[in-house]
């Protein structure tokens, strides 16, 4: 292993953890488990699905006198991503005088846990939903639990366990008054280190020997710098992708650059006509942000994953990966997003359904990256439909997600986007059925009419996910069904 040069900070329970000497692809998971001895926490699928391994990872809330936790699958984040921040896992919940929490001891009295593989990582999402919501509907319960499997119980002992320890919410909290201080103490400083000439100096949380580094740069003109001097640079958000990457692939990129102490890049504003979201916004902030508006885009997003892959991943990140069956692309490109992407101190705003060149290919230049994501607002009379199909309801990978947006005027489509995945090689738009819609009454629009706009624009390709025959129905179907809404009933 080669010798690094800096430290991991992190606080648990109490105390201030200091790893030295590992690599810095570690996962919070291998570190828990084989350093620490934190055996509680499982490794199931090493992938971020299974919620064996779930923790919560706390940040100082704004005032700087409580933590905001989240909750966190260990085994795709890495350990340098920690510095500075706090983490509870399963044995945190253990009382002074040996007494378990009281979702711990509705676990037992409700016979919640069979096998028991899987219980800690239930029981640590459900403790860091009783944090900021100690009287749960059985909605909030169960979207807690959409990330946890569990092969035994069939879920309803865990949900009245759930339920039994609300009925009396006290002791739900955690008792982290001692790590405030503690959290204070290893915060990451928010300005730059300046050179003797002036010049920006990014401090490595790991150095290699090698010169191998994993930077967690406070400010944007960090990052700026870094990236002109690294253009190689992978850029880390939620680590859902790199996460996977590391585990799975064993990738080790030579530099690595976590953006979450970034204040400019998570912080969300808004005009008259549209929101600003920066690149590290979770999806679950934006998901809040946009239910009341475009509730369907915020289904979507519901349905992209677990509270454990929201809460880290994040909208930018979706957009860079670029995948084919990206889910948030096409409600994006409906509502005519732009990004700004950043180069040093210049900027430029590119519509996405600009962005994308190829599979997996983008306009960005070398050192260039998404700062933020511009998202209008609704318009009078404005409908924005989307639905996301996919073999498993929940958190899996789409056949597609087909998102439409348009002005009814008179009885009449005006300003018609639509947006999809699944169908090329990347997420794009659909002209063509974009003029099928345009200027027509929903009424006038023939099944006919969307077949020959699909069959205009892709060639035919069946995928792992869907054939092609599949793919090109559930669009027309879709399509048809968001314009007129008594034949979504039909099809219902």
């Known amino acids: ?7 991991v900070r992190f606080v648990l329970d109490g105390h201030i953890v200091e790893a030295q000497g590992e690599r810095r692809t570690t996962t919070l998971l291998d570190y828990l ?6 055996t509680g926490t499982k490794e199931g699928c090493a992938e971020g699905d299974c919620g064996a391994c779930v923790v919560m990872v706390g940040e100082l809330n704004a005032s700087g006198k409580g933590i905001d936790y989240v909750p966190v699958n260990s085994c795709i984040q890495l350990l340098p991503s920690l510095d500075g921040k706090s983490v509870k896992t399963v044995e945190s919940l253990k009382g002074t005088d040996g007494q378990l929490h009281p979702i711990q001891e509705a676990m037992v009295s409700c016979h919640g ?5 899987c219980t800690p990582g239930i029981v640590m999402s459900l403790v860091n939903l009783v944090q900021t919501n100690d009287k749960p509907t059985r909605a909030d319960i169960t979207n807690s639990l959409s990330g946890n499997l569990c092969r035994c119980t069939g879920y309803q002992p865990i949900v009245k366990a759930a339920q039994s320890a609300c009925a009396q919410p006290a002791g739900l909290k955690l008792d982290d008054a001692a790590d405030v201080p503690l959290l204070q103490q290893i915060a990451r400083s928010a ?7 002036g010049q920006l100096i ?3 949380v790991v150095r290699t020997r090698k010169g191998n580094e994993f930077v967690s740069p406070a400010t944007l003109a960090e990052v700026c710098d870094y990236l002109i001097k690294h253009p190689e640079t992978t850029l880390l958000a939620g680590s859902t992708e790199l996460g996977l990457q590391v585990n799975k692939q064993f990738v080790r990129p030579e530099h690595i650059m976590y953006l979450g102490h970034v204040r400019e890049l998570r912080t969300t504003t808004q005009t008259p006509q549209a929101w600003r979201l920066g690149a590290m916004v979770s999806l ?7 239910r009341e508006a475009y509730p369907d885009f915020a289904e979507v997003l519901r349905r992209f994953g677990s509270p454990p892959i929201r809460s880290t991943a994040t909208l930018a990140g979706n957009i860079a990966n670029g995948s084919p069956i990206g889910d ?3 409600c994006l490109m409906a509502l005519g997003a732009t990004l700004v992407l950043r180069k040093g101190e210049r900027t430029r705003e590119v519509p996405l359904d600009e962005f994308y060149v190829g599979q997996k290919k983008n306009v960005m230049q070398p050192s260039e990256f998404i700062e933020a994501v511009v998202l209008p607002k609704p318009k009078a009379g404005q409908v924005f439909r989307a639905h996301k199909v996919s073999k498993r309801f929940e958190q899996d990978i789409s056949a597609t997600c087909i998102a439409v947006s348009y002005t009814l005027k008179d009885g009449r489509m005006s300003s018609v986007r639509v947006a999809l995945n699944g169908l090329a090689p990347w997420p794009c738009r659909v002209p ?10 929903p009424d006038q629009v023939l099944a006919s009419h969307i077949d020959d706009a699909i069959a205009a624009t892709f060639k035919p390709r069946d995928g792992l996910r869907a054939t092609w025959a599949y793919r090109s129905l559930v669009t027309r179907n879709l399509v048809l069904s968001f314009i007129q809404p008594h034949l979504e009933e039909s099809l219902s």
């Open 33 to 38: 488990r084989e350093q620490l001895h934190r």
């Open 1 to 7: 292993m080669s010798q690094v040069t800096n430290t």
């Open 328 to 330: 948030s692309m096409p």
């Open 191 to 197: 300005k730059p280190t300046v050179g003797l000439d």
């Open 284 to 290: 679950e902030a934006v998901m809040a942000t946009l």
């Open 202 to 204: 990014v401090q490595p």
């Open 113 to 117: 846990s069979q096998c028991g593989f």
């Open 432 to 441: 063509h059925i974009e003029s099928a819609l345009e200027g027509r009454s």
